[in-house]
T-cell receptor
């Protein structure tokens, strides 16, 4: 596609349930990033995938969070046993050049997660 | 990534140039200066980046001081659609960009 696609755009879930958020990066982009943005806050880095290398998971806030990227393309961010503090907009970005980020990130529109 | 300091908010009249400053006094030699913006309810959008030299593209110009400790993003003719939060980031040498709180630019009619 022309841009980074994220689904669903909105998700309301009950506390304790698991959720899966999907990201379709731009075709050919080898680098993929997940960030989250809580209300009124800046972007918080979560995880980074680059090609076939082991992902950088240093930003994941707890072991309830995990992500995978299948076939170097689509990525899924999974949050288990959701808590109210997980409520945020989850943003995915992809980049043509990972290490130097020379060409900038292209972000999707995000998934707004609300845990009730 | 090096720490950046930006004003919390700025105003600009429609049609005038918007000059957004950023301090990054601890930037290291291999770190770039990046600018992104985020319009309400959208994902951030890449604007421009540079290392040492001034840069210009269809969206904006980036002026980096000779000592690289500060920079200015210039929107030459601001429109109402340029109202957004503008993020200045100094880093990227380790592929991971750290976004701060940014500057809320409000373009007024």
């Amino acid at each position: 596609g022309a841009g980074v696609s994220q689904s669903p755009s909105n998700k309301v879930t009950e506390k304790g349930k698991d959720v899966e958020l999907r990201c379709d990066p731009i075709s050919g982009h080898t680098a993929l990033y997940w960030y989250r943005q809580s209300l009124g806050q800046g972007l918080e880095f979560l995880i980074y995938f680059q090609g076939n290398s082991a992902p950088d998971k240093s930003g994941l806030p707890s072991d309830r969070f995990s992500a995978e990227r299948t076939g170097g393309s689509v990525s899924t961010l999974t949050i288990q046993r959701t808590q109210q503090e997980d409520s945020a907009v989850y943003l995915c970005a992809s980049s043509a050049q990972g290490p130097q980020v020379d060409y900038g990130y292209t972000f999707g529109s995000g998934t707004r997660l609300t845990v009730v | 990534d090096a720490k950046t300091t930006q004003p919390t908010s700025m105003d600009c009249a429609e049609g005038r140039a918007a000059n957004l400053p950023c301090n990054h006094s601890t930037i290291s030699g291999n770190e770039y200066v990046y600018w992104y913006r985020q319009i309400h309810s959208q994902g951030p959008q890449y604007i421009i980046h540079g290392l040492k030299n001034n840069e210009t593209n269809e969206m904006a110009s980036l002026i980096i001081t000779e000592d690289r400790k500060s920079s200015t993003l210039i929107l030459p003719h601001a429109t109402l659609r340029d109202t957004a939060v503008y993020y200045c980031i100094a880093g990227g040498s380790n592929y991971k960009l750290t976004f701060g709180k940014g500057t809320l630019l409000t373009v007024n009619p």
